[in-house]
C-alpha cells in the first residue's frame, strides 16, 4: 500500500518543538549533560492538593461515563467563580466550555466559524497552533507582525481595509508566547472597535494571564473591556497555572453564541473532557491560590538570574513583566537558528530560535524558564565560555 498524505498536513512546517526536540534527543545520546529551555513546559509538579483531589475522583464511579459536552456545572461553576474573583468580571455557565487543553479549543475555533478561503488574523511570532487551525479549516492566514517597536502589538492600523473586510478571526495572546509581552488596555479597547467594525471574532489566548511578575500589574482579561462579549472569546488553561500540562484541561469563556459554535464543533470530535479531571480542576480552581503565587517566585528568581547574568555578558535582553519566557535579541552577525546552534553544540543548551515561530522572530531566541536556578547559574556559565 502507498499511503498519501492530505495536502492540508503537507502544509504544515514541521512542528518546531518536536524538531527541537529530535537535536535535543541526539545530543542525550551523545551523552551531552542538556539544559533544556526549549519547551515552554513547567518543570515542577502538579500541587498536591490538585492530584489528591483526582485521586479521589478517579475512584467515583460517576465520573466513568461520558462527560457532559460542556463541562460539568461544577466546572463551570467554578471557572465562573475563578473569573469574577481574578477578574471581576460575570460569567454565566453558558459562557463556558470546559476543553481538552486550551489548544484543542484554539485548534477548533476556525471549524466552526472559518469557511475556505476566509481570512484568519495571526500574530506572528506565535504558538503555532492559531496558523495549522487556519490550514485545517482551508482558510488563508494573514499574518501580523509583533515588533519590538510596537511593544510586540499588532498594528492593526496597518491591516489593509480588504484584508480586515474578510477576515472571520483574529487572534491575539497576551502575555505574549515568545516574546513575554503584556497588553495595555488601550490595546484591548482599539482591538474590540476593529473587531466590532469589521464584524471579526476576537480569540484571545490567556494561557499565561497568572505568571506575571509584579502584583500591581496584573495581566489584563479581554474580556475586561466593553463589548468584549459582544465580539469574542477568552481561552484560558490550567496547565500554565497550576502545572498540569499533561492532564489536559482548560477552557473558553465569553460570547455565549461562540463558544457554543466551539461546543459544537467538539460534540463532533469527542466528548468532552474526563469528569476526574474536572473535578480536580475545580479544587484548582477554588481551593487557595497559595501555589500559584509560590510559583509566580520561582519564575521570578529564575528570570532574574537568567536576565542578569546575560546583560553580564552584553547581551541585549529586557526583564519580562509576565510569561516564563525570556525573549533575548542575540548577538550580532548571527541568524537565530545559527546562535540557538551554536548554545546547543557548544554549551548543551536548548532553546527556541525566535523566527521558529514566525519570520519577525529573526533576531531573537526563545527562553523558557523551565529549569533551577541552579542550572540557569550553569547556562549562563557555559554561555559566557562561547566565542562570539
Ligand atoms: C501552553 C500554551 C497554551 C495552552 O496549552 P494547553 O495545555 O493546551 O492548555 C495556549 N497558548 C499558548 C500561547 C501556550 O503557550
Partial sequence: MKFHYNDKLKKLSPYLFIEIDKKKKEAVEKGADIISLGV?????????????????AVAKPINHQYPFGAGSLLFRNAVSYWYKKRFNINLNTDEICALIGSKEGIGHIHLGFVNPGDIVLVPEPSYP?????????????????????????PDLDAIPTEIAQKAKLIFINYPNNPTAAVAPKEFYIKLIEFAKKNNIIVAADAAYSEIYYDEKEKPLSFLEFKNAKEVGVEFHSLSKTYNMTGWRIGWVCGNKEIVAGIAKVKDNYDSGVFQAIQEAAVTALTSNQKCVETARKIYKERR???????KKLGWDVTLPKASFYVWSKIPNGYTSLEVVSKLLEEASIVCTPGDGMGKSGEGYIRFALTVTVERIKEAIKRISKIKW
Fill in 40 to 56: 515552554g513546559d513547567p518543570d515542577m509538579s502538579t500541587p498536591e492538593h490538585i492530584v489528591k483531589s483526582m485521586q479521589e
Fill in 129 to 153: 497552533v492559531y496558523n495549522t487551525g487556519t490550514i485545517f479549516a482551508d482558510g488563508i492566514s494573514y499574518f501580523m507582525p509583533l515588533l519590538e517597536k510596537n511593544n510586540f502589538l
Fill in 304 to 310: 532574574d538570574t537568567l536576565v542578569r547574568g546575560l
